[in-house]
């Protein structure tokens, strides 16, 4: 078994071993019943209908369900799973554990590993952010996008400076010459054009992308609107001994 299986296997079993007599134990064992069928249908389409109709029932045996399709079946299935845990806000911990805890085991998922960023936003639960903060490295673009819109999203304050670090990041990237480069460039030789890739992007390119998804995630936490990585410090700066998280 992989380590990635290994640390989610963990998560399930810590959200069972959570469960609490004070939540509708009979509503969320008929769930589980049900879903014990409904998801060993051959249809696709039937498994995410049966993840969609267990995450209607919010406790933690149905979260712990949740959690164990993070890493089974196909995208679409843990897609659905990844949404359906970002409505459990009254087990808020619980749930980003559960998301936090399926990363790596979604790493090469693009969409899915997407999707479980955008979950957490949806949570807006700081305990969320070191794994947020941490996204904004992820290799690929889309990826990095979601959590940096996913931090937007939880709104809280102690993710000004990260990413007011990284759009400082990103705009040295956008200016160098390295940044800029054309990464299709002629065989040498002769005979056509070679694409030569670095990570998923041309990092000119991504920095084009993500710069804009920052400015962004800083306007809604902050409710300002500032064009740059020196403009946003400075006035950072004068607001950082009184500024209060909006939501």
Do not use: C
């Not at 249908?41 to 209908?49: G, L, Q």
């Not at 290799?139 to 819109?149: F, N, P, S």
Request: proline share 4%; charged share 20%.
């Amino acid at each position: 078994m992989g380590e990635p299986n290994v640390m989610l296997t963990a998560v399930v079993l810590f959200l069972l071993a959570a469960s609490s007599g004070n939540q509708d134990d009979k509503a969320a064992d008929e769930a589980v019943d049900a879903f014990k069928t409904a998801i060993k249908s051959t249809s696709e389409a039937d498994r995410v209908s049966a993840v969609n109709d267990l995450a209607k029932v919010h406790h933690l045996k149905t979260l712990a369900r949740l959690a164990a399709m993070l890493s089974t079946d196909g995208p679409t299935v843990r897609i659905a799973a990844a949404k359906g845990i970002s409505g459990f806000v009254e087990l808020k911990k619980q749930a980003v554990t559960a998301l936090a805890g399926a990363m790596s085991a979604n790493s090469k998922e693009t969409t899915v590993h997407s999707a479980l960023y955008e979950a957490l936003g949806k949570l807006e639960e700081p305990a969320s952010l070191p794994t947020l903060h941490r996204g904004f490295e992820e290799k690929e673009t889309v990826v990095a996008k979601a959590a940096i819109q996913a931090t937007g999203a939880v709104g809280n304050a102690a993710s000004i400076e990260p990413l007011i670090a990284y759009l400082t990041k990103q705009e040295k990237i956008q200016k160098s010459p390295a940044g800029s480069v054309d990464f299709t460039a002629p065989t040498p030789g002769g005979g056509g054009n070679v694409t030569v890739r670095s990570g998923d992007e041309n990092p000119g390119k991504r920095a084009a992308e993500l710069i804009p998804a920052i400015n962004k995630a800083l306007n809604e936490i902050t409710r300002e609107s500032n064009g740059s990585a020196e403009t946003w410090g400075a006035w950072w700066a004068k607001n950082k001994a009184t500024f209060k998280t909006i939501k």
